[in-house]
């Protein structure tokens, strides 16, 4: 049985994903960085893809423990279950990544790992994963938070667009693993995170006391860049809370805020209850069933307006934003149509096919 919740997050993260980067395929003539409109902007961009990881990992989580739960030890169904995931996301990211090609106004270079490589990476350890206690999974996460003081300028001191950029094979993997836009170190942390949630869904105790506990941390970055004199948070640069490298704070604060969001939207269902306002945010379940689908599909759209827009001066304020909001907000009544007429189309759908 489906989760009311679950999918419900699974929604609005992918809507917060299609937000982001139609802001940054459509930006908006005259907004400076500190302008509000960009901060709120700029807040649901970076919750994002922190939601997006973290509730897929929650997904893995499921799939790979029940597994486990059911005695699939042997190597060879583990392969015949792991492969065509890690497969259909590799595929996916590539075509991501054409769909959006730097050469006709987009961001990615074909190759460019990326959210999906990152996740292929986490579906091949969920065996692993699936096998360690909670413990074990908490200390590392400790860990992924702490990588990027010891990774150091291994993690990359450039910003966007030398993470989209790589040369031969080990380049690749340095993308792939520590300095790309969604690198394993430290990105792993929402993973990891996802899994705890997972395994935690029925001590509601426990998962506010680390919300709890984020809070009070999320309050020290603030009061730090207060006392530097420092931004709080930037994209990238001099700031407490980065995204390209993420710092250990971005993953800290990001992370108590995907985790709140969780607690809000589960509502009483964990216990056997109704969700956050009962039926009210029901809408957004059809499109919680193909994040996935919406997350490829959309950037088809951004493609072919990234190429209409070369050369083009950038739009005003007003359109700019009712050109983005609108993009975001219609994916839900296609999802709703969707599961309505055609619901075994989909890459979730064929996954479920292909996979055993």
Not at 201 to 208: G, H, I, L, P, Q
Not at 222 to 227: G, H, N, R
Not at 243 to 264: K, Q
Request: proline residues 5%; glycine residues 8%; hydrophobic residues 55%.
């Amino acid at each position: 049985m489906r989760l009311s919740h679950i999918d419900r997050m699974r929604a609005i993260a992918v809507l917060c994903m299609v937000q982001v980067h139609t802001a940054a395929i459509i930006p908006p003539r005259g907004m400076s960085v500190g302008d509000p409109a960009a901060f709120v902007a700029a807040a649901f961009g970076g919750m994002a893809a922190p939601m997006f990881v973290m509730i897929s990992g929650w997904g893995i989580h499921k799939s790979a423990t029940r597994r486990v739960a059911e005695g699939n030890n042997v190597k060879s169904t583990w392969i015949t279950w792991l492969m065509p995931r890690v497969a259909l996301l590799v595929i996916c990211q590539i075509l991501v990544n054409v769909l959006l090609n730097v050469e006709r106004g987009g961001r990615f270079e074909w190759n460019t790992p990326g959210v999906l490589t990152l996740l292929a990476v986490a579906a091949l350890i969920s065996p692993v994963l699936a096998r360690l206690g909670v413990r074990a999974r908490a200390s590392l996460m400790l860990a992924m938070v702490a990588s990027p003081v010891f990774l150091g300028d291994a993690a990359g001191l450039g910003g966007f667009w030398t993470r989209v950029y790589s040369v031969g094979v080990s380049e690749w993997v340095a993308r792939l693993l520590w300095n790309g836009t969604y690198p394993a170190l430290p990105w792993l942390f929402f993973i990891l995170l996802g899994t705890l949630m997972y395994d935690l869904s029925e001590n509601r105790s426990v998962r506010e006391r680390y919300v709890a506990i984020g809070l009070a941390l999320t309050t020290a970055t603030i009061a730090i860049a207060v006392a530097d004199g420092t931004s709080w948070a930037l994209t990238e640069g001099d700031a407490v809370l980065t995204f390209f490298p993420a710092s250990p704070a971005f993953l800290v604060v990001s992370g108590t805020f995907a985790l709140l969001a969780h607690r809000i939207l589960e509502g009483d269902e964990g216990s056997g209850g109704k969700p956050w306002m009962g039926d009210g945010l029901s809408f957004l379940e059809p499109l919680g069933k193909i994040t996935l689908t919406v997350y490829v599909a959309h950037f088809a759209v951004l493609g072919l307006v990234a190429s209409a827009m070369q050369g083009e001066p950038d739009l005003d304020i007003f359109p700019a934003f009712a050109a983005t909001i609108g993009h975001t907000l219609i994916w839900i009544p296609f999802a709703i149509l969707h599961q309505r007429h055609f619901p075994k189309l989909s890459l979730e759908e064929l996954l479920r096919r292909v996979s055993n």
